[in-house]
């Protein structure tokens, strides 16, 4: 922090070196890099609403087919067979879905973070997503 100015509220410091290095990985210019207290103010949010609707209809989608697919299960196995069917079917599932979707939905997260927790020189939490 090389300078500041404004109350102790409205601080705005510049020539900062983090300010820079954020900004020179960017299309940013780096001649005016200043940096001011709180949050940004600026926010889109105008993709939220589909969004949520893409996001109901996926939900639906999902919990819709569990049981057609264990009624189709039921009838396609003879009557001996069906707890070892039902349960090689769970398996399946978990293999397929309850385990890789979570790292592939937290991988997505981490792609969608602006601001990273630096903790000495490792990579913490998420402060701000885009």
Request: glycine fraction near 8%.
């Amino acid at each position: 922090r090389n300078g500041t100015t404004g109350s102790q509220d409205d601080r705005i410091y510049t020539n900062c070196q983090c300010v820079a290095d954020n900004l020179a990985s960017s299309n940013y210019s780096l001649a005016n890099a200043t940096a001011s207290t709180g949050a940004c103010t600026q926010r889109d949010c105008s993709l939220l609403p589909l969004f949520v609707v893409l996001l109901i209809g996926a939900m639906f989608a999902t919990f819709m087919n569990n049981v057609p697919a264990i009624e189709c299960m039921l009838q396609c196995v003879p009557a001996d067979r069906r707890t070892m069917a039902t349960g090689v079917q769970q398996v399946i599932i978990r293999c397929l879905g309850h385990i890789p979707g979570p790292i592939f939905f937290g991988y997505l997260l981490d792609k969608g973070c602006n601001l990273w927790q630096l903790t000495c020189c490792k990579q913490g939490n998420c402060w701000e997503y885009d």
